[in-house]
């Protein structure tokens, strides 16, 4: 690419973001969570018609990135490269508001989402199993072979979870963290190993699950996890 179509696309850019909804968009996914169109509009104090318009230039200049999850379209930054140049214009610009989730405490910390963990210590435990290498793929996921040995370790069946008729893995946007918890047949079956163990148990009417006290520390244990 030539110094003109770089200064072209570098001017683009700035252009894209200089607008004050776009950029209020943009501030608003800085947090690493993803949100609706909806919640865009409503963040960016412009019309749901109007924020499709601006999420779509977003998404052209790859500034953000869509992922569908049902009836719900969600959008994040598209990398860290953009959350680095927003920061670096925060130096200017002054700090701004952070996110702060209104969901009930003891949802937020751990619930089920339909058969897999949710909440903030799925999401933590998504995050942990992509840190030890567990994982690999980027929406759909398939176990390393350290994370292969890891969980038949930990006592899981993996003949048995890959056997079931569903999709093995893959990230499910987390509607508290708004980050990808862990689904699919894996997701699963670490909630029925961890149940079984007795590191976590369910709230007899609700979603809401409760880290035991040996839950905690055997959480420490098998996967390096710090669990409040």
């Known amino acids: 690419m030539d110094a003109r179509n ?21 501030y608003s996914l800085i947090d690493g969570r993803a949100r609706t169109s909806t919640e865009l509009a409503v963040l960016a104090e412009v019309s749901p018609s109007t924020a499709s318009v601006h999420l779509k230039r977003l ?15 969600y959008f994040s930054l598209y990398g860290t490269e953009v959350a680095a140049a927003l920061e670096a214009l925060n130096v200017i610009s002054g700090p701004r508001p952070q996110f702060a989730p209104n969901t ?3 949802l937020r910390a751990a619930r089920t989402c339909y ?14 199993f992509h840190r030890l290498g567990w994982l690999r793929g980027q929406r759909d996921y398939e176990l390393t072979t350290e994370g292969r040995e890891s969980l038949k370790k930990f006592g899981m069946d ?10 093995f893995a893959y990230a499910c946007v987390d509607w508290s963290e708004r ?17 079984k163990k007795k590191w ?8 809401a699950l409760e880290v035991t006290r040996h839950g905690r520390s055997e959480f420490r244990k098998a996967f390096g996890l710090e669990v409040a």
């Open 6 to 26: 770089s200064d072209l696309r570098a001017a683009a850019v700035a252009a894209t973001i200089g607008e004050p909804a776009r950029a209020r968009m943009l």
């Open 59 to 73: 998404v052209e200049h790859e500034l953000v990135k869509m992922q569908a999850q049902g009836k719900h379209r």
């Open 104 to 106: 009930p405490v003891g």
């Open 115 to 128: 058969d897999h963990i949710a909440g903030a210590l799925g999401v933590a435990l998504h995050d942990q």
């Open 158 to 167: 993996l003949e048995s979870v890959c056997a079931r008729r569903r999709r």
């Open 179 to 195: 980050r990808p918890h862990l689904a699919g047949a894996l997701g699963a079956a670490v909630l029925e190993l961890v149940e």
């Open 200 to 207: 976590v148990q369910r709230e007899p009417d609700g979603r």
